[in-house]
């Protein structure tokens, strides 16, 4: 063997013991599910959107680190794909709010499917997704809205308290209503068009995990009922599943 193979051995022996091995990149754990039957846990819904300013309530959730379920109309969906993208990118739920919000208990049977499809159809468009519960258009159920939404494969979800905001349009008043009615387990309608709504909402965060609460999706919330396709939850008086 040459002298001048020798050396370039030599010095690929050298960069190689140099070398240092490869770095593996820190792996972020994985936040464990939240339990709601071991924590206090409340549910934050917002109907009607994705509305005008969801895209900044979407921040808000993002930097406390809060989910939330959205129960979208279909036409503001195909309006604003970009939100609706977001939220299910960012570990939010999409829930089915009708198309252009009828009520569904004075529609014919037709026109609830064509507007729960199409819903259906501008959520996967939008999110590749499709919404796993419908929240019938002004909370207006009975047992032909019942029997559509098993068709659909769908538990209808309501509300145990409002925050009114449609009403007030005042955050104060919002605050201190949401805050009024917060409970274990609750499941609030807010709306995210409602610009009142999203301007109070860091503090009103704030001020819901200050009393122990875990904000989650609906579906966390509802785990323990197994509702199945076609049930409604909770029950309103006088309905009889």
């Known amino acids: 063997m040459s002298r001048q193979m020798s050396s370039l051995l030599a010095i690929a022996a050298v960069c190689v013991t140099l070398t240092p091995a490869p770095a593996f990149a820190a792996q972020t754990p994985k936040k464990a599910p939240v339990d709601c039957e071991q924590v ?25 680190d809060a989910k939330a379920t959205f129960f979208l109309e279909g036409q503001y969906v195909k309006s604003r794909p970009a939100y609706v993208k977001r939220m299910v990118a960012e570990g939010h739920e999409v829930g089915n709010h009708s198309y252009s ?3 569904f208990t004075k529609s014919e049977a037709a026109t609830i499917k064509s507007e729960i499809q199409k819903t259906q159809d501008e959520v996967k468009k939008a999110a590749g997704v499709e919404p796993k519960l419908l929240r019938p258009p002004y909370g207006m159920a009975d047992l032909q809205v019942s029997d559509i939404a098993a068709e659909f494969g769908m538990p209808m979800v309501l509300w145990t308290a409002g925050s009114e905001d449609w009403k007030t349009k005042d955050v104060k008043a919002i605050q201190k209503q949401t805050l009024a009615v917060a ?3 609750g499941i609030i309608l807010m709306h995210d068009w409602v610009k009142q709504t999203v301007d109070g909402m860091p503090s009103l965060i704030k001020t819901l995990k200050n009393k122990g609460y875990h904000l989650v999706t609906v579906s966390e919330v509802i785990k323990k009922e197994n509702l199945e396709p076609g049930d409604i939850y909770p029950v309103p008086a006088g309905w009889e599943k």
């Open 40 to 64: 206090k846990c409340i549910a934050l819904t917002f109907d009607d959107g994705p509305g005008k300013y969801a895209g900044t309530l979407l921040d808000t959730l993002k930097k406390y």
């Open 101 to 103: 919000h009828p009520d």
């Open 183 to 185: 409970q274990q387990n």
